[in-house]
């Protein structure tokens, strides 16, 4: 329980003038307290207004763990003090999950490329560097005997590593999140030959693949695209969201279940799958900060599995319970939802996967 600020002495409302007999107004709601307060109540206050501290954010935590569906029915049967609100909720999880994602799951980059040869020679150096600038340039003078003959060997070797680290980049490229053609250049090309054949969002979404695969280097691509990945999946999750109370809201009376409801029931369910997480990969980074023993990952394993299980098993009491239909009815209601959204997800990752490839910054 959070210590109380002492009351003021002058009985009026600094909100709206009125007279305060006791601790909160009567008319406004404010607290009649001092309003000079000290960096621990400043923190205090902070805190609570972020979780509702008192007794309601472990409450809420607590419940929405261990009784499925219990929360929800809780909050729309009225007692809604006791707990935190769903929004609430879901913002507080979602943020600090994805800000833990993003801490704890960063790739490190990877390190620049090194030659491995010492060049001497200026205009040598001024080559390579030329050919690191334009990637999509040909070294065609290394075929010309009488070039290679007035040039000494390490500028050769060197050379020719570069030669082979620009193909290997080449392949990197064609291969990462490839949509069947290699330059815009092809595209234009059948376009004109045959403008059905490529449509107006399968040229724009190859475009848009040629021009990131050439904008990043090879080396950062994959790091940057899974940078690119957790940035947007909060976003992906928010709008999935309400297309999972849509297929909800399909599957049962209409009359009984307002969208409301179960816009309350998605909200707590997807907190839960992200509070799973969070406390998934927290353990995991505990345990791995302890030591690495084989023991330590064979704890942390058991536990992710345990956790993953009860994650996946969450939703067939949850509906059961909130929904009040019978075990089998129930049962097979939520097998179908699960498959329902099993595959709107699976069109929904396609979308989030391609959308984070073309904006990787």
């Known amino acids: ?28 709601g404010q607290e009649n307290t001092e309003t000079r307060k000290t960096f621990y109540h400043l923190f205090v206050h902070f805190f609570e207004d972020l979780t509702h501290y008192e007794n309601a954010f472990w409450k809420t935590i607590r419940n929405l763990i261990l009784k499925p569906a219990a929360l929800t029915k809780e909050y729309l049967s009225g007692k809604r003090l006791s707990y935190l609100a769903p929004v609430r909720l879901y913002i507080f999880i979602s943020f600090v999950t994805f800000l833990t994602l993003n801490i704890v799951a960063n790739p490190e980059e990877i390190e620049k490329e090194d030659d491995g040869v010492e060049v001497t020679d200026l205009k040598a150096k001024r080559f390579i560097e030329q050919q690191k600038k334009n990637p999509a340039k040909e070294i065609q003078w290394l075929d010309n005997q ?93 709008i999935y969201m309400p297309i999972f109370a849509i297929v909800l809201w399909l599957f049962h009376n209409k009359k009984r279940w307002y969208y409301f409801d179960h816009g309350i029931f ?11 997480n969070l406390i998934v990969l927290l353990v995991g980074s505990l345990l791995a900060a302890i030591s690495n023993h084989f023991l330590i990952d064979v704890i942390n394993g058991i536990f992710s599995f ?56």
């Open 306 to 361: 345990i956790a993953y299980v009860w994650m996946f098993y969450y939703f067939f009491p949850a509906h059961h319970h909130f929904y009040g239909e019978s075990r089998l009815i129930s049962f097979l209601k939520s097998m179908a939802l699960l498959f329902i959204n099993m595959i709107l997800i699976s069109f929904l990752l396609v979308f989030l996967f391609v959308y984070s490839f073309v904006n990787i910054h």
């Open 1 to 28: 329980m959070a210590h109380k600020n002492p009351l003021r002495k002058d009985k009026t409302c600094l909100n709206c003038n009125y007279v305060v007999e006791q601790r909160f107004c009567p008319n406004c």
């Open 146 to 238: 009488e070039q290679l003959d007035r040039t000494a060997k390490p500028v050769i070797d060197s050379l020719r590593h570069l030669v082979h680290q620009r193909e290997e980049a080449k392949l990197n490229r064609d291969a990462f999140l490839n949509f069947g053609y290699n330059s815009v250049r092809e595209m234009d090309s059948i376009r004109a030959k045959n403008p059905e054949k490529i449509g107006d969002f399968k040229y724009w979404i190859n475009k848009k693949s040629i021009e990131t695969k050439y904008r990043i280097p090879h080396n950062q691509l994959g790091s940057k695209f899974i940078e690119s990945l957790i940035r947007n999946f909060p976003k992906a999750i928010f």
């Open 266 to 276: 998605t909200l707590h369910y997807f907190s839960f799958l992200l509070l799973i």
